[in-house]
Every structure is written in structure tokens, then in C-alpha cells.
């Protein structure tokens, strides 16, 4: 929760405490709020879902976040040293393949391993490019896009096909990790999920999604977020990779060896990007396809974007587009639900508006609300086509209305020469 | 400056399609031309064969086709090349283009070659076409095989039915599209004969013109396990290359799972304990007669549709799961073949 602090030196001594607690208890209101929200739109909802809280959709959705969020993590790595990565698609997909490579050989660990060390390739590729040969940040990214399906392909035809299952286009099947419950909790959970109160169930269906059935794998995703907020706020390293994304010139001055951290920074977060595609093969398909990354690279840049460059900002982007896909997959009607939701959410921000006297937003606000209730109420279902946009939709929503207030690291996607000065 | 970054990117760019073109043409001439040997008759007749997406080891409809033409080369001793479209399948065209060159008769995997197969009829005249699940009338050197896939779901449907403890049961559609409606209609009004107020849950993994559908096994596993943990016991696919997901989802949940196309109880050895049975769509004999017909010099364009009389679609009984009912089945398999039974081709 530290990332939530406004960005600024860490603050040390007595009062760090103080804060976080304070941060804490501001994200544990918000989450009971959002519950709250989702529990109302369900008691409403017509036709009516019971999916919007259960504890499989959370489990889902915690799941399906996970790959949008390392390459969210992976872009965030990449573009607070300066450097745009818009290649973490084609390191997703060296991170399919070379996971499945190694889960094929070995054990799912090693195809983890595999994994993260494909994507690191990818990003290493992206790394000489951009900070040593000095291309342009874009025409690099899209030549990895553009190189790494073409690559896999031709890898999976020489050595997939040769095994049993295997083809041109897919592996054979590979183990999963394994997973785990917390014993007792989980139980108890369900227990009160089960037992269909307001508000109660909901929040336990949603909490024992959490702790049921949880994959090593997931866990060890999850753990790159506290990971990434440590390293890049609170270590040297990370404030001096931090500032080469700010003003690589100024950093020089004072001697930080700029392309050092711009080199290490690329190579991780094509190893975020590896550890995604990974994650997809063993943990969420269980084979190798070609294809399967689906644009979730693009998808994770979108969300990196929308949570502000921060850690917690992207994770609850990918959070989002996962509870988004979770719903789309486990119910249909549930989705149609979600118009509901939108138009008490719009509500509510109308109503803010009004309290600060924002009369156009205001009015606005209760626009769209009217606009998604009087959808809700004339129908009965959305169009099969609209859940599967849904995720596109919301990013372009949340950067059409958050764009103001989004702040790039200053020297994202500059070029950089040694020593050169500012051109 | 400039000039060397002009010529990485250069070279990055042309490796990639270096890698791309390789990964399409499949190593054609290096491991997959086999050649007539020993004792089989001598025919110099060349077979292109163009997958659908996915290509061979899809575990389901491609294969079916790979066997027929692996069939046509062990027995009649022809030769061919086969090539896989890119993900997308944008390629398809280009593909077609180039096996129709090539080769006396071209077998086209899959529905989507519909729009493909008729402008490379004009433009090779000479070469014979065989179109699977395609229409694409008014060739003379077209052949559109077709199935009558409605049976044979309406076959599984009674299965599904027979052998659900719930009385509710699932179908998972890989596209929401007229050929997979097919599927579904046949499927339910299959579990509606057995019991008239059976719960039938139906889903789409993806809208029309979304191939990305029939390759999505992950997407396949949570809509499967979503209906398993609403009470369904028994769900049917037909989904292609995802199904694979829904066998997996039947396994955590321990209930069954019916298969298409291809046995993919053989297929799949880990998830035998949940495949209950496969619909047969029997791709391979229909390709396997076609290169018959080329062979001998007797190939028609037109259509053909194999279906139950003919013995062109049926059910497997691997692993014994349905031993128990297979009279019931015959039972209505008999009356579709006799007419008694007309199975809808459009879902109500």
C-alpha cells in the first residue's frame, strides 16, 4: 500500500508509520465501498446474477488480471527509465513459447523460468536497440512485435512438432504448479457465502475468492507488484533508474550511469513481459498457442497509462479488465448487470460534481447515468459482441476522462546520447 | 547515426519475415513430402493440402484431415505438401494460391476458404479443389463436401441427456455462427427428445468473424467450469482447438465432457476419464474418397453431403463410457436415417 503516498522522497522517522496506516484504512474503505456498490447492483439487477460477487469470479478475475498486470509492470519498468516499450507483446509471446518449452522438458517451474529469461531475450533485443544503437523507441518495439511471432512459429514447427500433441501452432499439454487453499478460512468463507446475506456474502464471496484454490504461480505474479514498488521507490537504485526517466541529462551530471539503469530497466521489463506469457501457458491454458497473448501486452501498456505510471494505479487496471473478463466468461446476463452499475457509478459522480459546484461535469455525469439506466431498462441482455469490446471501451473511457490528470516520467521515449547533452 | 540504425532495423525486419515465411511453408519439401514405395500402384498424382488455423495436432477437426490425406499416401501411394495458415489466417489466400500451382487436387480445410476457394478455381482451371465445410457452387472443379453435423449432435444431445444425473447440461459453441448453429440445434433438440425438461446452458466463446474462438482453450475452460458449477454434468463442444479447456474444467469438476470431429478420447490420454464420447465428423474418409476419385480419374465438382445414411457421421464409443446406452442411441440414429426424425439445422 506504500505506493499509494504521493511520489516524493520516502519519508523516513516516526511519521511513516502514521501514514501508511492512514493509506491502509483509506483502501481497505474503498474496497467495502465498491463491494457495497456491486452487492446493490445485484440485489437490483434484472434479470437477476448472483455472479457479480461470487467467489468464482473473484478467483477468475484475480487470475485473468494477472498477465495484464506484469505487462503493465513490465511497461512501468521500462518507461520510468525513459524507455517506451511498446514491444511487451512479442516478449509475451517469446514468453508463451519459451515457457512451454521449458514446462515440455522439464517441470512447470523451469518453464516459469524459461519464461521470464524469453521475455528478458525480448527486452535485452529492445535494450541494444534503443539505448545503444539509439533507434526510435516505437520502431524497435514494433519490429519485436513483428519478430517474435515469427520466431515462435518457426520454433514450434522444428521442435513442438516433434512431440506427441505438438504442432506448428501449439505445444503439448504442460502441468500446471499446483495450488492451495488456507485451510480453515477458505471454509469459513464459503461458509458465509453461502448463506446469501446482503453486503455479508458478498464480501466473503469475493474474499474467499481470494484464498481458495490460489496457484503458487498466481502468488508469486502478485509478488512482482510490492517487488516493483521496493525497488523503484525505495532503494537508490530505483530513485537513480527513476530519474533517468525524468531527465537522463541532469542524472549524468550528477553521475548516475544513465544507460546502465536504462539497460537493466528494458531487460526487466521484458522479463515481466516473459513471466506473463508464462503465466498465460502454464497457468491459465495449460498448452502452448500460437496466438494466445491476444493483445494483453497493448492491453497492460493501456492500463500502465491509466494507473498514472504507479504500481497500484496499473494493478488495479489490470484488476478491472480482469473482473471484466471473469463476469464475460462466467455469465453473460451478469455483464447486462454491469450497465447498472455504470449508472449508479455515474450517479454518484454527479452527485460529486454538484457538492463542488462542477455544474457542466455535473450535468454531464447525470447524462451518461440516464443514458446506461434507460440501456439497463429497455433491455434484457447486451449484444454477444459487447462484452468482448467491453475491456477496450473502458480503457479509452478511463484515458478520454483521466487524461488530465496523467503525468508521463518527463523523458519518456527520449533519445539519449552519452554524454552529449540535450539535443 | 542515422545510417546504422536504418540498417538494424533492416535486418530486424527482414528476419522477421525471414521467420514468418518459414514458420508458413512448413518445411514442405524437408519432412512432410512422402513418396510411393514398395508395393503400392503407381500414381503420379500430387496432393496440396491447406489446413484451417491451428494446422495439424489441433487434437480434433485438422487432424481428421491430416488422417485422410496420411491415409490417401500409405494406400494409394500419392504424394503431398501441406501448409498451415498464419494465426490469423489472413494467409489463406496466398496459400491456396500457391498449393493450386503446384498440385493436381488441393484439399481445403475449414469453412473460411469459402471466399478463397472460388477465385483460385478461376485462376487454376486445370487443378481439382476439394472445399471441407465450404459452399461454393457453380465450379466444375470445385468440390464442397458438407456434413450433416445436426445428426450427429443431435446423437450427442441424447447422450448428454441420457447420461446427466442433473437433467441440465451444456453446449460450448466456438463461434456464434450458422455452421456452428448447426451443432447446437441438432445438440438440443437431441437432449429435448430424451427429456423434454432438461436445463440446456449455451454459450459462445466468441462473436461471428472472431475465429479467435475455435483457439481459446482458457477462455473454454471458465465458461465450461462456470456451467459446471451451475449444475451442469454433461457439456458438449463444438469448438475446435478449445475444447481441450472444457475436458480440463470437466476434470477439476469431475464431471463429462463430449468431444467433436475427431475420437479425442485417443487424442487426449490425460483426460480420458472424462470423455464421455466424440461426435465424429468423418473429415479424414471424406478427403480419403475425394483423392480416391483424383486418383482414378473419376473426380466430380458439386457437393457432397455425408450424414447418416451414408455413413458419413457417427459417435465413438472409446473407453466404454456409453456402452450402456448404445442401443438407445442406435434407436434414434435409425429413426434420423429413416426420416421419422427430422433434425432442425437452425437453433428455435
Known sequence: ????????????????????????????????????????????????????????????????????????????????????????????????????YGAVIGDPWLGVLFGILGGAFGGLLHAVATVIFRVDHIVSGVAINLLAPGLTRFLADSIFSGYEGGSISQSPSVDDVGEFSIPLLSDLLEWFEERNWFFVSDATGLLGGLVSDVSWLTVVAYLCLPMTMF???????????????????AAETVG???????????????????????????????????NQTNGRGFIGLATMIFGNWRPVGTALGAL???????????DRTAVHALLLLAAIALGLLALRALRERKWVSSVLFVGFAALFATWYAVTDSVPSQLPQVTPHIMTLVVLVFAVRRLRMPAADGAIYSKGEGRH | MRKRLLVLLAILISFSFVAASCGDDDDDASDTTTTAGGDMPETDVSVGLVFDTTGRGDQSFNDSAAAGVDRAVAELGVEFTEATPNADGSNRAELLQLAAEQHDIVLAVGFAFGDTLGPAATDNPDT??????????????VLNLAFAEEQGSFLMGVVAALKSETNHVGFIGGVDMELIQKFEAGYVAGARAV?????????????????????????????????????????????????????????????????????????????QDVILTSMLKPVDSGIFDAIATEVDGSFEGGFR?????????????????????????????AQIAAGDIVVPTTPS
Open chain 1, 1 to 100: 500500500m506504500t505506493a499509494t503516498l504521493p511520489e516524493q522522497t520516502p519519508a523516513r522517522g516516526p511519521s511513516t508509520m502514521g501514514v501508511l496506516h492512514h493509506a491502509g484504512a483509506r483502501w481497505a474503505l474503498y474496497a467495502a465501498f465498491t463491494v457495497l456498490l456491486l452487492s446493490i447492483t445485484q440485489e437490483l439487477a434484472t434479470p437477476s446474477t448472483d455472479q457479480l460477487t461470487s467467489s468464482g469470479t473473484a478467483s477468475l478475475a484475480i487470475r485473468w488480471a494477472v498477465p495484464i498486470m506484469l505487462a503493465g509492470l513490465g511497461g512501468l519498468w521500462a518507461e520510468r527509465a525513459g524507455v517506451i516499450n511498446i514491444g511487451l507483446e512479442g516478449m509475451m509471446v517469446l514468453g508463451t513459447w519459451c515457457g512451454a
Open chain 1, 231 to 249: 525497488v523503484l521507490w525505495r532503494t537508490t537504485f530505483g530513485l537513480r533508474l527513476r530519474s533517468c526517466g525524468e531527465d537522463p541529462w
Open chain 1, 256 to 290: 548516475v550511469n544513465v544507460l546502465f539503469h536504462k539497460f537493466v530497466a528494458v531487460i526487466v521489463s521484458g522479463a515481466l513481459a516473459g513471466l506473463s506469457g508464462a503465466f498465460i501457458v502454464i497457468e491459465l491454458t495449460g498448452i502452448y498457442k500460437e
Open chain 1, 320 to 330: 478491472l479488465f480482469g473482473f471484466a473478463d471473469a463476469l464475460q466468461l462466467r
Open chain 2, 128 to 141: 481439382h479443389f476439394v472445399g471441407v465445410d465450404t459452399f461454393v457452387p457453380d465450379f466444375e472443379n
Open chain 2, 195 to 271: 427429456s423434454e425438461d432438461i436445463t440446456i446452458d449455451i454459450e459462445y466463446i466468441a462473436p461471428e468473424g472472431d475465429f479467435t474462438g475455435f483457439n481459446a482453450p482458457d477462455r473454454a475452460k471458465e465458461i465450461a467450469a462456470s456451467m459446471y458449477d451451475g449444475g451442469a454434468d454433461v457439456v458438449y463442444h463444438a469448438a475446435g482447438g478449445s475444447g481441450l479447456g472444457m475436458f480440463q474444467a470437466a476434470q477439476d469438476a469431475g464431471a463429462w465432457g463430449i468431444g467433436v470431429d475427431s475420437d479425442q478420447w485417443a487424442l487426449l490420454p490425460d483426460l
Open chain 2, 305 to 333: 453431403t455425408l450424414d447418416l445414411t451414408n455413413g458419413g457421421i457417427g459417435y465413438s464409443t472409446s473407453g466404454g463410457h456409453i456402452d450402456d446406452i448404445v442401443d438407445q442411441i442406435e434407436e434414434y440414429a
